[in-house]
DNA sequence: TATGAATGAGCATTCATTCAT
DNA sequence: TATGAATGAATGCTCATTCAT
């Protein structure tokens, strides 16, 4: 699904036993992690849930530390090209805010559906040292940027009010996303609905529109 | 704000010495955890803010999971509180949207600027095990019930649309607030600019309105 | 029933409210170490049972140790006197046998039946640090003094065989009553029953006789 | 002495490195325990003992109080398996008497010569917790249930005298031998000499016999 | 005479990490 | 490539003890 170009991507196509057995251990850190917060991850449960003993973790990584740098910078990594690989799908005439309501289901549904590292990185930062956070800070980054130049296109033509701040917009938009995986319950809806009420949110806010755009 | 007196209420007037040494450890907690998670919080940190000996905390809480308790109720308690006081001051004539609109602001001058607590039992929820969150899930369920009778009541005096998906909308917009949590800096942006804009978002949403309602 | 003499006598007899509440602890603390032991005697145990608070304990004891110390002291203390009150009662032609009848008597009936003291200062015995049994090894070496001068007179008279081992019987019989403290059930045995199994113990052991003495 | 090789039974055979290391902490904590009491055994001083760190302890235990459980049943298995085994051995034509001559040697040498967990389960009888007890509680009923045994024979054969109390005799005796270990010395007197003394004593008590029995 | 409040020392336990194999 | 065994550094918690009142 996530294209990866470059070497030192992260892989999901598993080769050698030796890179199964690495990708089990990252897999089930960012399970651990994004249940139980950074300081709540301990080694044991990872291994268990990686079905491997503890120590052979450090045979893949350098430390704790390390794990749970790679996974956070993972989640924000795929994320990142989740959402350009579903942008570089759409027709050329994709209106920007068309762009923008692609841009929530990839939020959504990567977050929620496809991967426990989004999750993990989502729900633990503020709690990872800073020093962890350096290449995922850089995948952020560049993560927000694509979703300014989405904003800033639909303002350019157009589409979104010329009023509205766009950074606290955006981040508040990102922010009801984020925080969805806290209450969201794919019992109890499906994340078809969860999607198109958010776009919804995004687009018409909560009252009453006169007339309805488009 | 809220001047809670009866019963078990959490007082915020310290009264006698011991009282507020009470008051400086849950105080002192409410910020160690909304930083470090609830595993992250160590009862040495507690104690270094609270400035006490660390097994002071045991003359006034049962356990560690007993302090990160009463943070996470006394969070979720004045939350609620403080939201019913707001609401309570607005005139009668009051439209519902307005007091949603009042609703947002309480919400986040209460969760950014008053109370770490609120932060706390904000960040934390999803690390504390269930068994210490019975009285403040209590709370929590009246918030939303708060929060759910405001909707229903701006859409049926027409205020809000009548298609929207009610529970899903409110989930989206408290975790839009929440998450400011994550990146509001007062430095950047004073609290009633991330008011306004939210309150717009929340009611307009970032869409094209061809006529302005009302 | 213990006649004390001296002035630094443990007192049963008590007067002022202060030296009530002395007493009070006095046996509670016996109570606790008779059931946890040195080490497992806590302070705040000693205080529930005593109805005081805790720190009330050092109005009247200079610390742990010191009431420790105090409560083997009076049990050896007790024991001894009360031997020796016993044996004084005895009228003067009573046989050396029989004393010592009486003897084994006064230990089981005051160990298991008057005092936690004695209870507490026997299974303490060897948990306790040697600095704190001085006075009470003193009690303890007249007690054994008592019974090894009831045995040789009792040997000299002809009413125990020349042949036994004096030392290691006594402390056989010592033993014997001792550890009853471990099992002897008053619901199930009266006192009088097992005084009397041990007299025929001591007296005859549990061997046939060809012909009963005397 | 006692070889025992079947199923869970405590081995006396150490084999690997690491069930040396795992006897090694037991045999600590048997030491330790029977110095200071169930409160007063700190891993701390097992771990110096026993010359472990005091964390690898719980590499081979779940905790303080599986370690004293497991030294309690050891203690109270291995007086069983050497009682048995010692009269397993005894030619068929011993009579009742003697064997329980042999009882008494078996009580003696094993829990004074040969086993710290003997001691250690002797002296903390009574201060462990209830819960720690059922596997040595049962070892300790089938115990006492082969010196029932033993002296109901006895009574059979004509060899003890048909008034006694069996049932307090029987716990006189082993409580005159338990007891032993808080005063007998090595040093100061052989064990043949001290079991000769005790079947002297359990045999025809300290009275004078008119005729030797047999 | 007694207690509420607080502390320092110590203890059981956990956990990331190491290392020989 | 992986594990069994072990450890050092915390960390929560207990408890004797102190002290102002």
Redesign the interface.
């Known amino acids: 699904m996530t294209t990866v170009s470059a070497g030192s991507a992260p892989s999901e196509e598993t080769n050698s036993k030796s890179e199964r057995t690495r990708e089990r251990i990252l897999h089930a850190a960012a399970q651990v992690l994004s ?6 991850m301990r080694l044991g449960d990872v291994a268990v849930v990686a079905e491997v003993q503890a120590p052979a973790i450090y045979y893949y990584f350098e430390s704790r530390d390390d794990l749970v740098e790679e996974v956070v910078w993972v989640g924000a990594y795929r994320v990142r090209t989740n959402l350009e690989s579903m942008l570089a799908k759409l027709p050329a005439e994709t209106t920007a ?1 068309q762009r ?1 309501m692609c841009a929530v289901e990839s939020h959504l549904w990567f977050g929620l559906h496809i991967s426990h590292y989004a999750t993990a990185a989502i ?5 990872v040292p800073e020093q962890l956070r350096t290449r995922s800070l850089a995948e952020e980054a560049r993560y927000q940027q694509i979703w300014h130049e989405l ?1 800033k296109a ?1 303002q350019g033509s ?4 010329a009023d ?2 766009l950074r ?2 955006q ?10 995986s ?3 319950d794919p019992q109890q ?1 499906s994340l078809e ?2 999607v198109s ?2 776009q ?12 309805r ?1 488009r």
């Open positions: 249940k139980k917060g950074y300081a709540g805010m923008i729900r633990i930062v503020g709690q904003l639909a157009g589409e979104l009010r509205i701040d606290t917009t981040m508040l938009i990102l922010g009801a996303m984020n925080w969805a806290e209450w969201w809806q609905n969860l009420a958010t919804e949110l995004v687009r018409y806010g909560m009252g009453l529109r006169v007339e755009p």
